[in-house]
C-alpha cells in the first residue's frame, strides 16, 4: 500500500468499531462512528437486537442501542455516547469516477481493522438481472475484496472520506450503501 492511502487508512481506523449483537447471538461486523456524541452506522444485518456491544479501537466494550433499522436499505443507527470516538468524514460518491483507488476497513474473519483496497467501478443502480428486491436501490461498485466481519465498515475515497457503508458482495462486485443515502436516513436521529 502506498504510503498515503496507508497515512488514510490509519486516520480512519480511529473511527471504526467492531460491532457484536448484545443479546448473545452470533454475528459481528464493523461499525463508523458517523457523528460525534456517539451515533454510529453499520449494516442492519449486523445487529439483530436491540442492544449491541461496541468494541473501541482502543478495546474498551461500550454497550450501545440500535435506535433506527432499514433492513430494506441494510442501516442500522446505533447510540453509544460512551464510546467517545472520533467522527468520520464523508464524502459524496458521485463525484469520483470509475477507476477511483477506494478501500474498505472491517474486521473479516475476526481479523481486526483489515484494510482491503480496489478501484471504484460505479455509483447508481445495478446491472439489469443483478437487482436486489423489488426497489431499485443506488450502490457504490468496487472491485475491493469484503468478507464477514467487514459489514457496517466504511468504504473511502484515497484520503480517507467515506462515501459509502460497506454492505455485501454481489457477483464478485462489493456494494456499499451511499453516504448521501446515510446521511438522508440519519435526518432527525
Known amino acids: 500500500m502506498t504510503g498515503f492511502l496507508s497515512a488514510a487508512a490509519e486516520r480512519l481506523r480511529a473511527s471504526v468499531a467492531r460491532i457484536l449483537n448484545g443479546d448473545g447471538s452470533d454475528g459481528s461486523g464493523a461499525a463508523i462512528a458517523w457523528r460525534s456524541g456517539g451515533v454510529f452506522v453499520t449494516s442492519a444485518h449486523v445487529v439483530r437486537s436491540s442492544n449491541v456491544n461496541v468494541m473501541t ?20 443507527i446505533v447510540r453509544a455516547p460512551a464510546a467517545k470516538m472520533p467522527p ?33 467501478q460505479a455509483v447508481g443502480w445495478l446491472p439489469e438481472g443483478l437487482e436486489l428486491g423489488r426497489q431499485r436501490l443506488r450502490w457504490v461498485q468496487a472491485d475491493v475484496r469484503l468478507a464477514p466481519g467487514n459489514s457496517g465498515g466504511p468504504l473511502a475515497d484515497s484520503e480517507g472520506r467515506v462515501i459509502g457503508v460497506s454492505a455485501m458482495i454481489l457477483a464478485g462486485l462489493a456494494l456499499a450503501v451511499p453516504a448521501t443515502d446515510v446521511e438522508a436516513m440519519l435526518v432527525g436521529v
Open 88 to 120: 468520520v468524514q464523508t464524502a459524496n460518491p458521485d463525484v469520483l469516477r470509475p477507476g477511483s483507488l477506494v478501500f474498505a476497513i472491517g474486521h473479516p474473519f475476526g481479523v481486526v481493522e483489515a484494510v482491503s483496497a480496489g478501484v471504484l
Open 57 to 76: 479501537p482502543d478495546g474498551r466494550q461500550i454497550r450501545g442501542e440500535v435506535v433506527a433499522r432499514d433492513v430494506h436499505r441494510d442501516i442500522a
